[in-house]
């Protein structure tokens, strides 16, 4: 018997998370139509000063130019395809590493040692493949597809949501954060993030530290913008660990793969899934203050997440993944409260209604 096709109201079959050929189609249907997070403004300040990172096989870079706006480009040579960049650095020029064919920071070709006098040679038509580029909040953003509509189309609204929550977003800094690999699919993760169904059996210390669970709903953020929109009230007295007194918590899950999390007080962080196969995926936390700066008491707040809610989940996720490959999991009904709250799933559904408008068309 063929397993049932996805429904509302129900957990997809394991195939979503495991099969190759269904991880193709997500990935040509969404995750290469999708805004994918780069670094953040602050992590390339001058001229000159480039980020590389990938896109699952597609490696791309962000490079700061000299009228200081950005520009992002394929990372590959297009001469015989070497990468031309890697990690972080800053250059005036950007030279292939292979046969030293140079380029401008806005991708022209400049130089290509040997080629001087060749007939068929026309430097002036060689060129970096340039990648759409868009910013939120100082964050900065990378999408394949030259027909995206902007960040401000895909998510309306939710800037002025960041800025209200947190007004100094602008002037923040990448202060640090940490990168592991999950043994999952990239969407176990993000339904994991997205769903505090489990907080109160899994994350007490998260529970009791950093928000209050009674307060906890996520909710989508509107009918045009595909963002999950996570708030609950802050945690005080004696089991807060830090003071949380200044304001509430508010997370924001901009589909597929990102999230700017403000914990109470203003304390900026961030969640980023890259998927690297169908069972593996990367992912990123960083941290954010007002001068790049980690005072102890970010310090302690950042180690506490680190060894219990960020472990706890790494655990969940890979377990989750193993089940879905079962030959035994049979999907249930999701758990819906139509009023919202901690005990409902009623993101996971809004998720897998996101995943099948993008990939039936
Ligand atoms: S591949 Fe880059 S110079 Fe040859
Ligand atoms: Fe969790």
């Given at each position: 018997?063929?397993?049932?096709?996805?429904?509302?109201?129900?957990?997809?079959?394991?195939?979503?998370?495991?099969?190759?050929?269904?991880?193709?189609?997500?990935?040509?249907?969404?995750?290469?139509?999708?805004?994918?997070?780069?670094?953040?403004?602050?992590?390339?300040?001058?001229?000159?000063?480039?980020?590389?990172?990938?896109?699952?096989?597609?490696?791309?870079?962000?490079?700061?130019?000299?009228?200081?706006?950005?520009?992002?480009?394929?990372?590959?040579?297009?001469?015989?395809?070497?990468?031309?960049?890697?990690?972080?650095?800053?250059?005036?020029?950007?030279?292939?590493?292979?046969?030293?064919?140079?380029?401008?920071?806005?991708?022209?070709?400049?130089?290509?040692?040997?080629?001087?006098?060749?007939?068929?040679?026309?430097?002036?038509?060689?060129?970096?493949?340039?990648?759409?580029?868009?910013?939120?909040?100082?964050?900065?953003?990378?999408?394949?597809?030259?027909?995206?509509?902007?960040?401000?189309?895909?998510?309306?609204?939710?800037?002025?949501?960041?800025?209200?929550?947190?007004?100094?977003?602008?002037?923040?800094?990448?202060?640090?954060g940490h990168e592991v690999a999950e043994?999952?699919?990239?969407?176990?993760?993000?339904?994991?993030?997205?769903?505090?169904?489990?907080?109160?059996?899994?994350?007490?210390?998260?529970?009791?530290?950093?928000?209050?669970?009674?307060?906890?709903?996520?909710?989508?953020?509107?009918?045009?913008?595909?963002?999950?929109?996570?708030?609950?009230?802050?945690?005080?007295?004696?089991?807060?660990?830090?003071?949380?007194?200044?304001?509430?918590?508010?997370?924001?899950?901009?589909?597929?793969?990102?999230?700017?999390?403000?914990?109470?007080?203003?304390?900026?962080?961030?969640?980023h899934?890259r998927?690297?196969?169908?069972?593996?995926?990367t992912i990123h936390r960083g941290?954010?203050?007002?001068?790049?700066?980690?005072?102890?008491?970010?310090?302690?707040?950042?180690?506490?997440?680190?060894?219990?809610?960020?472990?706890?989940?790494?655990?969940?996720?890979?377990?989750?993944?193993?089940?879905?490959?079962?030959?035994?999991?049979?999907?249930?009904?999701?758990?819906?409260?139509?009023?919202?709250?901690?005990?409902?799933?009623?993101?996971?559904?809004?998720?897998?209604?996101?995943?099948?408008?993008?990939?039936?068309?």
């Amino acid at each position: 018997m063929n397993e049932p096709a996805a429904t509302n109201g129900q957990a997809l079959p394991g195939r979503y998370y495991t099969d190759p050929t269904l991880f193709s189609a997500i990935k040509e249907g969404l995750l290469y139509k999708s805004w994918h997070f780069a670094c953040h403004e602050s992590q390339i300040p001058e001229t000159g000063d480039y980020f590389a990172f990938s896109i699952m096989d597609q490696d791309v870079f962000v490079v700061r130019q000299k009228d200081s706006s950005l520009r992002c480009f394929y990372n590959v040579c297009q001469h015989r395809g070497h990468t031309l960049v890697e990690g972080a650095g800053r250059a005036n020029l950007l030279v292939c590493p292979y046969h030293a064919w140079s380029y401008a920071l806005d991708g022209r070709l400049r130089g290509a040692q040997g080629t001087k006098g060749q007939a068929n040679f026309d430097r002036s038509r060689i060129c970096l493949t340039e990648v759409r580029l868009d910013r939120f909040c100082g964050f900065v953003f990378a999408n394949l597809d030259p027909e995206a509509e902007p960040m401000s189309e895909a998510f309306p609204g939710v800037e002025s949501a960041v800025r209200a929550l947190a007004p100094d977003i602008e002037e923040r800094v990448y202060a640090g954060g940490h990168e592991v690999a999950e043994s999952c699919n990239w969407l176990v993760a993000v339904e994991n993030y997205n769903e505090c169904y489990h907080c109160k059996m899994v994350h007490r210390t998260f529970s009791s530290g950093v928000i209050d669970p009674g307060s906890y709903d996520i909710q989508a953020f509107s009918e045009a913008a595909k963002c999950l929109h996570h708030t609950a009230k802050a945690q005080s007295g004696d089991t807060a660990w830090y003071d949380t007194s200044r304001s509430d918590y508010g997370s924001f899950f901009l589909w597929p793969l990102f999230s700017l999390q403000i914990y109470p007080s203003g304390l900026v962080n961030t969640y980023h899934w890259r998927p690297e196969g169908v069972g593996e995926t990367t992912i990123h936390r960083g941290w954010y203050s007002k001068d790049g700066v980690i005072d102890d008491a970010m310090q302690r707040v950042i180690d506490l997440d680190r060894q219990t809610t960020f472990e706890e989940d790494l655990e969940l996720v890979k377990r989750v993944q193993r089940g879905l490959a079962s030959r035994g999991y049979r999907p249930s009904p999701l758990v819906i409260n139509p009023e919202g709250g901690i005990d409902s799933e009623h993101s996971i559904d809004k998720l897998h209604e996101w995943l099948m408008e993008a990939i039936d068309g």
